[in-house]
């Protein structure tokens, strides 16, 4: 068990334990089931930086070399992105002069969108070989790799420095983010922007989500741990604003330490008010242990109740916070099913609780009744494609805040 923090190296204390789960990310074949592996999964908070992580950490070749989250599929998600880029053409003059490189940059699908509308000069990086075949198709120069201060060096060396780096829910992944961050400031140029998204430890903290701890996000990031990273690295947080992504996220605006970007207001009003709701305060984080504790027994409860009444049920979306829930409340065997679009995903069995994964277009009243909702935080979007299932009675259930029934 990790005993050092990621970002300042002082101690940690334990404040949460879900015992051995499976990979969440890792779906399986059935004839895999027999030879899963399970791997212990506690969280812990920085005596010093109060920096929340994950304490047992899995070797990321296994995580993510293989990687079944592609960002094209999902709408809102591509809406984001396109809200990201038009931001950056407003406000930094993102144009065809501008260079690019996207750090985890997935199925190339925002690297796509700024060569595609802005006609800009772009590299991505990640690790995931399946993705890669996604990101040649779209004729996206891609280096297949993690991205490390070691490797800033070899693309320094070809390609110069960039005006924008992008890091969009990678942060979170990575064992050593101040590798990262010393890497991108060998990499951007005078007046470059270093822009991050990344879950936002304020909504996992106030909506409970605990569900988002699993060996793939090794932090839990706040402004304050981004500004830390920030600091140690010569760089400088400069503006910093929350999106609708994830669940709740910050999207960090970052410049070398001396470049001219002001200090914007939005920086120390965020910081004010995570150390204001406790963020930095080891009471809330056990405070924190005991309402996942008492929701997961809840969730569980509600589900065995449905299930008693003779109903039916079976989930939707197989992300990957999904499969810790199912894992950590000992749902599984309440469900017949998981729907999901990804076809990458589809006749495959969910990690730890091995339910299969078929196309949403089976969705099915008479089969299931209730449609549990893994990917909560896009039940607009699910309820609006699912209205069918919704117009015949089907009951779509959101576990979070606390476990209820969608009304649209
Ligand atoms: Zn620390």
Known sequence: ?????????????????????????????KSEIKKEKKYSLSAGVCNKCKHLQIQDLVNPKKLFNHYEWET???KSNIELILDLLKTLKKRFKLNNESKILEIASNDGTLLYEAKRRYKSYVLGID????????????????????FSYKISNKIKKKFNTFDFCIARNV?????????????????????????????????IYIENQYDNIFHEHVGFHSLKSIIDLSTQNDLKVFDVEKIDSQGGSIRCYISK???????????????????????????????????????????????????KNKNNISAYGASGKGQTLLQVCNIGKYLDNIYDKSKIKQ???????????????FINVKKSKY??????????????????????????????????????
Request: some cysteine.
């Open 371 to 408: 449609l549990l909702l893994l990917s909560w935080n896009l039940a607009k979007e699910i309820a609006k494609q699912e209205s069918d299932f919704i117009k015949n009675n089907g009951k779509i259930i959101v576990p979070f805040p606390m476990p209820h029934e969608y009304k649209s």
């Open 171 to 203: 942060i979170a992944h990575t064992p050593n983010p101040n590798d990262i961050f010393k890497g991108v400031r060998n990499l951007i140029s005078d007046k470059g922007v270093f822009i991050i998204e990344v879950p936002h430890l304020e909504n």
């Open 257 to 307: 330490k001396n470049s001219n970007f002001k200090e914007d207001v939005n920086v120390k009003k965020l910081l004010l008010k995570e150390k204001k709701i406790g963020l930095f305060n080891l009471k809330s984080w056990f405070n924190f242990s005991k309402k996942v504790n008492k929701h997961s027994l809840k969730l569980h409860n509600y589900l065995k109740k449905i299930k």
């Open 1 to 29: 068990m990790k005993k050092k923090c990621r970002i300042c190296n002082d101690k940690l204390i334990s404040i949460l334990n879900f015992k051995k789960v499976a990979l969440s990310g890792n779906f399986i074949k």
């Open 347 to 361: 006749g495959k069995y969910t990690p730890g609780t091995h339910i299969k994964i078929i196309d949403p277009k």
């Open 127 to 146: 690790p995931a070989k399946n993705l890669f075949k996604v990101s040649r198709k779209n004729k996206i120069n891609t280096i297949v790799d993690f």
């Open 72 to 74: 094209g599929i999902s």
